[in-house]
């Protein structure tokens, strides 16, 4: 290409403005207005469900006789994870005989009292006494007995062995406890087990406070783990928090998505594409129109019949059709250079 086909313009002291002797060779085009959905790309992490999470702990204290499941196991509801020898359910088992002992006898005191009382042989009052003194060892023993049932033990099989099962089917996903360790009681104790239930994950993602607007509830997204980028899971926007983190001017957005092929797995990082339910106008331009220079995106735009400005625009995304994104910078009505690269060299060789 001849380089005087594109020259700087004499008219003007503008650097920027060039003057082109053969438009031929340079088509121009305007840009493309569309109404679409506003996207976001953001990085995310697994974790999961807490709503599906449950942290399991003995409500005794006492020493770990077998461990039956390990991190990482899949077990099923009502399945056995440990067993604890408990001398808190042993104290308890042994006030539960010691007060079916006193409301046997109490029971005993009361028919002779009320057979007495039917023969004229003792006073209303001795009757009422015994009655009162079965009643409160009545009270005694149901008492002994939700306790035991509290602490994890069998009314129908009486044993200070405490067999902690999981309620429901899942992966354990954190194990505090190993065989021969000593547990202590509930209040000041961590969870033994944690079992996660995978078949519906979350995946947590911070966005600046400035995106915020671009992502609202039940907006559709599109996950890609990173072990498996070929792949893509549709999952939707099902809480934006409320709080920003102080730090990094962020808000957590909880995308939740089902898991049921398991490749989703507690802290694997994925990517995120939020696409807005809401349309808003954008321009287009092909990607070649655009010349990216010193960190800057620029396109020549034409300002006359002979002569082209470059100007710098804000370009935003590229879609898979090689159109890009102008933010900022140009009106739908101008006209722009098609080959912002060769129009560039061409201006470079003059």
Not at 322 to 343: H, R, S, Y
């Amino acid at each position: 290409m001849d380089a005087r086909e594109v020259t700087p313009s004499t008219a003007s002291a503008d650097p920027n403005i060039f003057e082109v002797h053969n438009l031929q060779q340079f088509p121009v085009t305007t840009p493309v207005a569309r109404a679409e959905p506003e996207e976001l790309m953001l990085n995310g992490v697994v974790t999961p469900d807490v709503t599906r999470t449950v942290h399991i702990n003995a409500l005794a204290g006492g020493r770990v006789v077998d461990v039956r499941t390990r991190l990482g196991d899949e077990v099923q509801k009502g399945q056995l994870l440990m067993s604890i020898r408990s001398s808190d359910l042993e104290q308890a088992i042994a006030q539960y005989k010691n007060d079916q002992s006193d409301e046997l006898l109490a029971r005993n005191a009361l028919k002779r009292a009320q057979d007495l009382y039917s023969h004229g042989a003792t006073a209303l009052a001795d009757l009422e006494t015994a009655e009162d003194t079965e009643k409160k060892a009545e009270v005694n023993v149901q008492t002994d007995a939700d306790r035991i049932r509290v602490l994890g033990g069998d009314l129908q099989r009486l044993s200070p062995t405490i067999e902690v099962r999981s309620p429901i089917a899942g992966v354990i996903v954190d194990q505090q406890v190993a065989g021969g360790e000593a547990v202590k009681s509930l209040d000041n104790s961590q969870s033994l087990f944690t079992v996660a239930d995978l078949s519906r994950v979350w995946v947590l993602c911070d966005v600046y406070e400035n995106d915020l607007s671009k992502v609202a509830l039940g907006d559709v997204v599109e996950v890609r783990l990173n072990a498996y980028p070929d792949r893509a899971f549709r999952g939707t926007v099902g809480n934006i928090s409320q709080v920003l983190d102080p730090a990094t001017r962020t808000a957590k957005v909880r995308v939740e998505l089902a898991n049921a092929g398991g490749l989703f797995r507690p802290q694997m990082f994925a990517t995120a594409k939020f696409t807005s339910r809401r349309t808003y106008p954008r321009l287009l331009l092909p990607a070649t129109a655009i010349l990216r220079l010193h960190d800057k995106d620029w396109v020549f735009l034409r300002v006359n019949e002979r002569a082209f400005r470059r100007t710098e625009v804000q370009g935003g995304m590229l879609d898979s059709h090689g159109m890009q994104d102008i933010l900022a910078g140009l009106k739908p009505t101008d006209q722009v250079v098609v080959n912002a690269l060769e129009f560039s060299t061409a201006v470079s060789a003059d």
